[in-house]
C-alpha cells in the first residue's frame, strides 16, 4: 500500500515500443484458446503439486495446449526458443552467482564475519538479532538464492544463537528472515531476475531501479523489523 499510495503514486510515462521478439502482425484469440490456456494452467499446478517435478508439470502443460491444438505444432519451436532466450539471462546471472558463492564458502571469509560479529554483541540480544539478520542479508544477497544460503547461514547462526541465549524457535525465524532478506533483495535472485524478464518486454524496465530497490524497500523493510521482533519475542 506504501508503494502504491506513496512512493510510486506519480504516473509513469512509457513509450508505445514493440516487445522485444514479437512480430508486429496481431494474433487473434478465441475463447476456446483461453479456455485451453487456463486449463492447461491448471493442470501444471495439480501435477507439479501431486508428482513435484517441473519437467514432469510443464510437459503436462504443452501437451493440454497441442492437444486442444491452441499451440499448433508448427509454431512449437519458435515459442520454445523464444523462452530459452529470455531465460538465458537469468541462467547466466545465477550461475555467476554460484561460482561467488563457492569463493566465499571456500575463502572462510562468512566465517570470519560472524566471528567478528561475535566479538561486537556479546549478550546483547537486541544486537545479535540485528547483526545476524544484517549478515544473512549480506551473504544471501551476495550469493543471489536463499535456498543455497541458508545451508550455510545455518551452521553459522545456530552456534551464534544459542551463545546469545536465542530459543530454537527464535533461531528459526532469524534464519528463515535472514535468508528471505537478501533473496527479495539481490539483484542475482530469480525473485527478482524472474519479474524483471516478464516487465522488461519492451525495454523499458530497468532492474535495479525498477526490481530491485522497490522490493528492498517495501518487502525487506518491514520483513526485517517483523523478523527481529519475532527473534526477540520467540
Known amino acids: 500500500m506504501v508503494a502504491l499510495l506513496i512512493t510510486y503514486r506519480k504516473k509513469r510515462q512509457y513509450e508505445s515500443k514493440p516487445v522485444l521478439g514479437v512480430s508486429d502482425t496481431k494474433q487473434q484469440y478465441t475463447v476456446w484458446s483461453v479456455y485451453a490456456a487456463g486449463a492447461a494452467i491448471i493442470i501444471t499446478l495439480i501435477i507439479q503439486s501431486v508428482f513435484e517435478s517441473m519437467i514432469i508439470a510443464a510437459l503436462s502443460g504443452l501437451i493440454v495446449l497441442f492437444a486442444s491444438r491452441s499451440l499448433k505444432w508448427k509454431e512449437a519451436d519458435g515459442v520454445v526458443t523464444e523462452g530459452m532466450k ?3 539471462f537469468i541462467g547466466f546471472v545465477m550461475l555467476t552467482a554460484s561460482g ?11 566465517d570470519l ?3 567478528q560479529a561475535t566479538t561486537i554483541i556479546g549478550d546483547n ?7 545476524m539478520l544484517i549478515i544473512g542479508l549480506f551473504i544471501t544477497m551476495g550469493i543471489g538464492s536463499s535456498f543455497a544460503t541458508i545451508p550455510i547461514i545455518a551452521t553459522l547462526f545456530v552456534p551464534l544463537g544459542v551463545a546469545a541465549g536465542f530459543s530454537p524457535l ?3 525465524a ?4 535472514a535468508g528471505a532478506l537478501g533473496d527479495a533483495g539481490a539483484p ?3 525473485s527478482t531476475l524472474g519479474p524483471t524478464a ?3 518486454a519492451d525495454g523499458q524496465h530497468n532492474h535495479i531501479w525498477d526490481t530491485c530497490v522497490p522490493t528492498f524497500l517495501h518487502f525487506n523493510i518491514p520483513l526485517f523489523i517483523f523478523g527481529w521482533l519475532a527473534a526477540m519475542v520467540l
Open 113 to 115: 564475519l560472524v566471528n
Open 100 to 110: 561467488f558463492a563457492a569463493v566465499i564458502r571456500e575463502t572462510g571469509h562468512v
Open 174 to 177: 532469524l534464519i528463515g528472515t
Open 125 to 131: 540480544r537486541a544486537a545479535a538479532a540485528f547483526l
Open 86 to 88: 529470455m531465460m538465458a
Open 198 to 200: 516478464g516487465l522488461n
Open 188 to 190: 542475482a535472485s530469480d
Open 170 to 172: 527464535a533461531i528459526i
